[in-house]
């Protein structure tokens, strides 16, 4: 009987398996021809302070504006970039691009934006990487301070003192240097204390239930107080509504990010949003 039913799941499952691994073969071509076709665009979503409302800077998120099938999210494509190592050009093109709009933007009205750009694990482990860093900022005019980049604790998992290293290579030359989606991983505590960062970003999963959950709001609160301790930035993430807003701003503030405030937008509805905030 068990022979039998393995036998029978194999026959279900084997032509799906085929199916999948074909499937992402084909995405990993497509993938390639995309960065070549420059089929990849940048949104900016506004980082705002939770008191005033006034946006502060963006972060740069990465979409594929594929042929025929419209716009594909980073989730469905940076693991795969990132395991065909892709995301070392992609990710260099996207920070490449953002630095070049965040000159432009910073130079022409758009006062002290700065921006976020998200950095892959693969990327941090390339010894090119602050090279490539460091020309950008270079070759866009753009002021270190004027950049932050977001790395997840995924970087600390192999080695957390060679990460700690290559991320003050970084901060040296002046970038800021942002922990994103804490609180989804494993060893958040160890991490805090170990990487030289400045801002911790708050996962949307802290942040959902704080309007009317005492227990959410006690671990935000703790949360608060041990990044002021430690003398960290922090932004929320994930702030979708007034009551997220208002219930975070209660309990002490700080910066965040939500369509509370505004979705992830192309460079020039960005601009124009940023322009009508400051009016
Ligand atoms: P992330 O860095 O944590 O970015 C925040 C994600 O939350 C974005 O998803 C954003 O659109 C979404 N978001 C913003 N406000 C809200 C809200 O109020 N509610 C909800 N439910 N979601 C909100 P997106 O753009 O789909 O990006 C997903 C993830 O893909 C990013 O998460 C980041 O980890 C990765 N990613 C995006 N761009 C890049 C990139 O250029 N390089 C690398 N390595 N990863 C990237
Ligand atoms: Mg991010
Ligand atoms: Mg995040
Ligand atoms: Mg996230």
Redesign the pocket.
């Known amino acids: 009987y068990v022979a039998k039913r393995t036998q029978r799941h194999l026959v279900r499952y084997q032509p799906a398996f085929e199916r999948e691994v074909t499937e992402r073969l084909d995405l990993d071509q497509a993938l390639r021809r995309a960065l070549a076709r420059q089929e990849f665009r940048?949104?900016y979503?506004p980082v705002c302070d939770l008191k005033t409302g006034l946006p502060v800077g963006a972060?740069?998120?990465?979409?594929w504006e594929r042929p025929g099938v419209g716009l594909v999210?980073?989730?469905q494509f940076?693991g795969v970039?990132?395991d065909n190592g892709l995301?070392r050009p992609?990710?260099e093109w996207?920070?490449r691009e953002?630095c070049r709009q965040a000159g432009l933007w910073r130079a022409s009205g758009l006062g002290l934006l700065s921006v976020?750009?998200?950095?892959?694990p693969?990327?941090l482990a390339d010894p090119g990487f602050t090279g490539a860093v460091e020309a950008a900022l270079t070759d866009f005019a753009l002021p270190p301070r004027a950049l932050s980049l977001?790395v997840?604790e995924q970087v600390a998992v192999t080695d957390l003192r060679e990460a700690g290293q290559r991320l003050s290579a970084l901060r040296g030359l002046g970038v800021r240097i942002s922990l994103?989606?804490f609180g989804t991983g494993q060893s958040s505590l160890a991490v805090l204390r170990h990487l030289p960062i400045d801002t911790l970003?708050l996962?949307?999963s802290f942040v959902r239930d704080v309007p009317g959950e005492p227990a959410a709001q006690a671990v935000i609160s703790a949360l608060l107080t041990l990044t002021a301790g430690l003398g960290l930035h922090v932004v929320a993430?994930?702030?979708?509504t007034q009551a997220?807003r208002e219930a975070l701003l209660g309990l002490g503030g700080g910066a965040a990010?939500?369509?509370?405030f505004s979705?992830?937008l192309p460079p020039d509805a960005f601009q124009r949003w940023w322009l009508a905030q400051m009016d």
């Open positions: 940048v949104a979503q972060e740069a998120l990465v979409r999210s980073p989730a940076i970039a990132e995301i992609l990710g996207v920070l953002a976020a750009v998200n950095v892959s693969v990327q977001e997840t994103d989606d970003k996962d949307q993430e994930g702030v979708e997220h990010q939500g369509y509370a979705p992830p």
